[in-house]
């Protein structure tokens, strides 16, 4: 610096060019800079503030009881904690972490909050990296293609989950399911007493048809006080999948047909969801009985039916 201590141009021009050089790259401008690697962190947390800042949103949508996230209507006592509909009911109406009285008090800044909130699909772990809007996030889990399968076999609570190829392994060494090929069958179904209902289940049969299989399920139990039979067909994939194929049951006797006509289940709906829907072929008891012929002591039913793939 000369004496007077004031540098001319010459000498200030050298001095700025080191400042912009002094990282070892060429100069960047304020807007290039922002969208750099070497752009310092805003904070000194690693990750992305961003992704932790829903992270934290999630923590206040968990629901304190089931611990799953809360959805509109949710709930909060006097003292504002909050928890979802369907663990209000179960905690008769008295609030798990005061035991205060929850009352019918909707905490509308949970509901509005979960608005602006995008989450991630509650089976990443199993392969699912999509992000969804709070709203949008249950009607994609709902037909998540990794969302795993329950066992479909109806004759006991089997508690066995996981992907179609492991439970078509499953059913065949484990319950000793008949497996077919085809999109075609006929099957007879024989009862020595027709007149116990009991809630019979017959062995489960599963069809390989088109790459796929089908589940044909045929069962007695009580309709109201009316004692029937029911035959219906099952997908094993998810509802969308399903959506793809038809089928058609027929069963007669004496002269006589009842057909039906419908599209298959995924087994993402359950065994007991789909019977109750009453969604398949319905046969009653006396109806049953007259096509199996005879002095209607025996039933002995024969049902056909076909799958095909919608175009």
């Known amino acids: 610096m000369p004496p007077g201590g004031i540098m001319n141009k010459e000498e200030i021009e050298p001095r700025i060019a080191c400042l912009k050089y002094d990282t070892g790259h060429p100069a960047t401008s304020t807007a290039e800079l922002r969208g750099s690697p070497l752009r310092k962190a805003a904070t000194p947390s690693p990750g992305n503030p961003g992704k932790q800042s829903a992270s934290n949103m999630q923590d206040l949508l968990d629901c304190p009881v089931c611990f799953t996230i809360m959805y509109p209507p949710i709930f909060q006592c006097p003292n504002g904690h909050a928890l979802c509909s369907s663990c209000r009911a179960r905690v008769k109406n008295s609030c798990p972490i005061c035991r205060g009285e929850l009352g019918n008090i909707r905490c509308l800044a949970l509901e509005k909050i979960g608005e602006s909130v995008e989450l991630p699909c509650k089976y990443q772990s199993m392969g699912c990296c999509d992000i ?97 039979y ?82």
Request: proline residues 5%.
């Open 132 to 228: 969804f809007p709070y709203y949008s996030k249950p009607r994609h889990e709902k037909n998540c293609k990794y969302r795993p399968y329950n066992c479909p076999y109806a004759g006991a609570e089997c508690p066995v989950t996981g992907d179609i190829p492991l439970l078509v392994k499953h059913l065949r060494s484990e319950h000793k399911v008949d497996m077919h090929d085809g999109c075609t069958f006929n099957h007879r179904y024989v009862k020595s007493d027709p007149r116990e209902i009991d809630n019979a289940t017959w062995m489960l049969t599963v069809f390989n048809c088109f790459g796929r299989q089908f589940c044909l399920h045929f069962e007695t139990f009580l309709l109201g006080t009316s004692p029937v």
């Open 230 to 311: 029911m035959a219906f067909l099952r997908f094993m994939g998810t509802e969308d999948e399903a959506r793809e194929y038809s089928y058609s049951l027929e069963v007669g006797g004496n002269g006589r047909k009842l057909t039906w006509q419908g599209v298959p289940r995924s087994i993402q709906d359950s065994h007991q969801k789909v019977r109750d829907s009453q969604d398949g072929l319905i046969i009653h008891r006396n109806l049953a009985l007259f096509f199996s012929g005879g002095e209607r002591q025996e039933l002995k039913l024969k049902v056909s039916g076909r799958i095909w793939k919608e175009q």
